[in-house]
């Protein structure tokens, strides 16, 4: 038997434009190739006769028979809705998504990061899901996000998504770093930390599936009550070795400077009186202007940079891809910035017919500076703080010896604090994730697999703030120069065995699949931060401190689980699933019990039925899924506190104020989902529409005790809550013609919440507001979980909500003449209001910007109450656009013959213009980070900022 060479060019049906990197085997083999950038493929053939399976995303799968050696050229149909894409329902099962019963939502690399430069994966992924809220917490680089899929889903508990990597269970944190001990801040979400998936390179990135409710995520049992978020990263392919290497280059600016309240002599005769009137005069005489310090603090242009540099190849038994990137982002205040090293090993390796296997190792070293910004209390740090109270006439600049004057307004120089104090943190992580298939039987109609898989995600972080001691503000607060310098481990393994039965029923009309399985997961997490104030003179670490203190905490948590699922596919027409999961947690209040939770759903497609003869509708699908979900207690909840003594010399141990509960349940998260699935045109429109009810029962809130019990609180299942909302997607190829392309998309999706249970009186949520006196989120039955309520006239008043009322999302893509590619994303928030605290502070200090109007002046004669700082918080923004060139193949083959593949290059922009009528820098803001209830309060955050980039691909 001798091996006979086929080659062929891949074209796209009625184009006849090219398609590069189609996958091409020899059927009932794993012998294949792949088309190069050209759509040219060479494939030696095992024996004739053969068949050739052509596969691509985006288009439907081709077969063609090949008799002998020779050109075979193959012409594909474009499926613009990607109705063949494999999309994941089990753990370790997956459909596709023209039979998929739930409305998973699917972002490829291209949609990523195709259009602009993308600092971390939770920011790319604005206006690019619906059901999706994404609030930017920081401005700060390396960012800091807060995910929402489908709404609030625990008041006191996490309301991330469960992020999984390559099949590793991904910590998410936000580390606090002890900053709030020098500033004020009233705890550790304070302290404008990033979360950690800023460490995860969106360039790796193939593609991310958003489980978005239970009843797709049902599967994961006690930690998908938030959803979860499944990403797969880039994978080797067989076929001669591929280079990609891509520079970027860019600089970012403040997006939206307030500018300086207009003085005038008589402004500062009316507020300050004579002798400051007399000091704006010498500035003026002197300099020609005041001095703008926010144009001073917040107007650097940072420069960014980025390299990445990628190769994918393999043969039949083993493919790999190697990627490796660095990221150097400076920021607008100086100082200021963030940079990220990471380099990834995937290997795919078939060790024999019965058993191959894959391994995924990502090693990732981050430092971020990210300055002083956020809540303080007369710490003398945060720059909006101190800005708010800083007359524009004096002099804060060193003098030649380089003394920091002290600001006669307010306990802290914002300039020496630039210049002169630390916050920042390195990251080191390591993350792994290892699979090993072994096919157990096969026959013609059985397939018997078992996969093994663990993960492990380890990361050392290491946290550094610095205050000097001639800094005003620790002079003026009795510290005497501050330093805290945390050590934190976390350690995250996860291990799960599945057995996989696929049955070919009904003489191969029914398919069954049958998964059962065990999953464990292990999370360890070790705090040290140990604390120093009044340090030596020119001193910076802890050892040289006269009061020195260690805050740790430890945590062990771990879930042990089984599960079972079932799909059937009776010819492509019926699609149904029913599964089961198992769970316990050391959160619980009874570790060793197991919680179930169920799933069903069925999906019916009624244009694969005889009857269905409409053929401009060429997919019409109906679908419904029912799932339930868990979140257990926080650590430590359930158990009764115990806080250390010294009683006469000797070490002990008191009761604390906090009373375990072992009876405490996991919230439970139930979730029907109903929709549907329309494609017109042959899918060149296509529609998505899907309905959810989302209730969740037991939520574990704090409730008060009496005195007599000896202790002061309870955490036990005291609350439910109940969110529904709609979600709409259509997406069209406007145009496809040969020299010009158009596709368009537009999302449209809101959620509504309530609380619907409440066993004690409504309060205002800890930690997520600033008290009644100026708005705080407030628990209340009957009302939305997101409402702010603040004391207005000695009433109890809703003066907002931080749910939109909807949001919106337009982006396109076009191709002109098949060498320019220009794309926009738009994108609207209609609704939702802010507590603007912000505004309070510039009030207070006299600088607002609009004071110098009357209506500015209108509100300093209103009471100091929430009603006077809510604002509208909706917004339309332009939150991408691009345009790209890609040199014609010839052209690239005459410059650099066959050493070259493409060369891309391009110009793009992030947050080029919003516009909006809250008064501040961002509407999108959380004084709280990314947990909790955490959005809709400001309180002086690091400003957003637009980013401009120039991009250079090249592929050999």
């Keep these: 038997m001798v091996a006979q060479t086929v080659t062929g060019k891949i074209t796209k049906a009625g184009s006849g434009e090219t398609v ?3 996958n091409v085997i020899e059927k009932g083999t794993n012998n294949g190739a792949v088309s190069d950038i050209d759509g040219n493929y060479t494939i030696e053939l095992r024996a004739t006769p053969a068949t050739l399976v052509f596969s691509s995303l985006g288009f439907t799968t081709q077969e063609i028979s090949v008799s002998s050696a020779g050109t075979v050229n193959a012409s594909l149909e474009e499926s613009a809705a990607a109705l063949d894409e494999v999309v994941v329902t089990g753990l370790g099962t997956s459909v596709k998504r023209k039979n998929l019963a739930n409305a998973v939502s699917t972002v490829s690399a291209e949609e990523l990061v195709g259009t602009t430069g993308q600092t971390s994966v939770d920011g790319a992924l604005y206006g690019k899901v619906t059901g999706v809220n994404i609030t930017s917490s920081s401005g700060a680089p390396g960012g800091g996000f807060a995910l929402r899929l489908r709404g609030i889903s625990s008041i006191n508990g996490n309301n991330q998504p469960l992020i999984i990597v390559d099949g590793v269970y991904i910590n998410n944190v936000e580390i606090p770093s002890g900053l709030r001990f020098a500033s004020g801040a009233n705890r550790g979400n304070e302290e404008n930390s ?4 800023a460490d995860i390179d969106p360039n790796d990135i193939e593609d991310i599936e958003i489980l978005k409710g239970s009843s797709a995520a049902a599967i994961y049992g006690q930690r998908g009550n938030a959803g979860v978020i499944i990403i797969t990263t880039k994978r080797g392919k067989t076929g001669k070795t591929k280079i990609n290497f891509k520079q970027d280059v860019g600089i970012t600016r403040i997006a939206n400077p307030l500018g300086l309240r207009p003085w005038t002599r008589q402004s500062v005769v009316d507020t300050f009186g004579e002798d400051e009137a007399l000091k704006y005069d010498a500035t003026l005489a002197a300099n020609g202007s005041l001095y703008d310090y926010e144009d001073i603090i917040y107007g650097e242009t940072g420069l960014i940079t980025e390299t990445a540099l990628s190769a994918t190849g393999g043969n039949e038994k083993t493919s790999f891809y190697v990627g490796g990137s660095y990221r150097d982002e400076e920021g607008i205040i100086k100082r200021t910035g963030f940079d990220r090293f990471s380099i990834r090993t995937n290997v795919d390796h078939k060790l024999s017919d019965v058993f191959d296997f894959t391994s995924t190792t990502n090693y990732v070293r981050s430092n971020s500076s990210r300055s002083f910004t956020g809540n303080e209390n007369e710490g003398g740090l945060s720059y909006g703080y101190t800005l708010a109270f800083t007359r524009p006439w004096n002099n804060l600049f060193p003098d030649e010896n380089g003394n920091y004057p002290n600001n006669p307004n307010y306990p802290g120089n914002p300039l020496d604090t630039r210049d002169r104090a630390t916050n920042e943190d390195q990251n080191d992580r390591i993350i792994q994730g290892l699979t090993l298939n072994t096919k157990l039987y096969t026959d013609d109609v059985n397939r018997v697999k078992l996969v093994l898989s663990g993960g492990l995600d380890y990361l050392a972080n290491q946290t550094y703030v610095y205050v000097p001691e001639d800094h005003q503000g620790q002079i003026a607060s009795g510290q005497l120069g501050f330093v805290a310098q945390g050590k934190n481990n976390f350690t995250q393994i996860n291990t799960q065995a599945i057995a996989i039965w696929n049955h070919d029923a009904m003489e191969g009309d029914l398919g069954l699949t049958t998964q059962l399985g065990t999953t464990y997961l292990q999370q360890q997490s070790n705090l040290v931060n140990s604390i120093g104030s009044q340090l030596a003179a020119g001193q910076t670490n802890v050892s040289q401190s006269v009061n020195q203190s260690i805050i740790q905490f430890v945590s062990d948590e771990r879930d042990f689980g089984y599960f ?13 699933t029913l599964g089961y999961r198992l769970d316990k947690s050391s959160r619980n209040g009874d570790p060793n019990k197991f919680y179930g939770f169920p ?7 009624l244009n694969n039925f005889d009857f269905w003869n409409i053929d401009s509708i060429n997919q019409f699908k109906l679908r419904a899924a029912y799932g339930e979900t868990g979140a257990p207690a926080g650590f430590g909840a359930t158990f009764t506190s115990l806080g250390s003594s010294n009683i006469g010399g000797n070490s002990g141990q008191s009761l604390g104020g906090l009373r375990g509960d072992p009876d405490v349940e996991p919230e439970t998260a139930s979730e029907f989902e109903i929709g549907f699935d329309m494609g017109f045109l042959n899918n060149r429109i296509n529609l998505e529409a899907t309905y959810y009810n989302k209730n969740v029962d037991d939520l574990i809130l704090s409730r008060s005790l009496p005195a007599s019990s000896g202790f002061t609180t309870e955490t036990t299942n005291l609350a439910d809550l109940m969110n529904e909302g709609i979600e709409l997607a259509v997406r069209s190829d406007v145009v496809d013609t040969e020299n010009f392309k158009w596709n368009t998309g537009v999302q449209f999706y809101l959620n509504r919440s309530e609380v619907t249970r409440l066993d004690v009186p409504a309060f205002a949520q800890p930690g997520a507001g600033f008290g009644t006196g100026l708005g705080t989120f407030y628990i209340e039955e009957g009302q939305p979980v997101t409402q702010l309520v603040g004391r207005v006239d000695g009433e109890l008043l809703q003066v907002g909500n931080v749910e939109p009322d909807f949001q919106m ?7 002109l003449f098949n060498n320019v590619d220009v794309s926009f994303l738009l994108q609207w928030k209609k609704g939702g209001e802010n507590l603007n605290l912000s505004r309070f502070l510039t009030d207070l200090g006299q600088t607002s910007p609009d004071l110098e109007t009357p209506e500015g002046q209108d509100r300093l004669g209103q009471p100091a109450n929430a009603l006077r700082f809510v604002e509208p918080a909706g917004y339309v923004r332009l939150r991408e656009a691009a345009v790209y060139y890609r040199l ?27 516009i909006t009528d809250y008064s501040s820098y961002d509407p999108e803001v959380s004084v709280n980070g990314g947990a909790g209830l955490s959005s809709g309060i400001e309180v002086t955050p690091f400003p957003s900022s637009r980013q401009f980039y120039f991009h250079f691909n090249v592929s050999f």
């Excluded at 990033?194 to 998936?197: A, E, H, I, Q, W």
């Excluded at 799933?599 to 497609?605: D, E, G």
């Excluded at 999302?809 to 191709?815: E, I, K, Q, V």
């Excluded at 014609?888 to 919003?914: C, H, Q, W």
């Design 564 to 576: 079972g699922q079932v799909e059937g596919n009776y010819k492509d027409q019926v699609i149904a």
């Design 20 to 22: 590069p990197f189609v």
């Design 809 to 815: 999302a337009f982006n396109n893509s076009l191709t």
């Design 194 to 197: 990033s979360n950690r998936l």
């Design 599 to 605: 799933k069903a759903s069925v999906a019916v497609n």
């Design 888 to 914: 014609p193949s010839a052209t690239v083959n005459n410059i650099f013959g066959e050493t070259v593949d493409a060369v891309k290059f391009g110009l793009s922009a992030r947050n080029i213009f919003t």
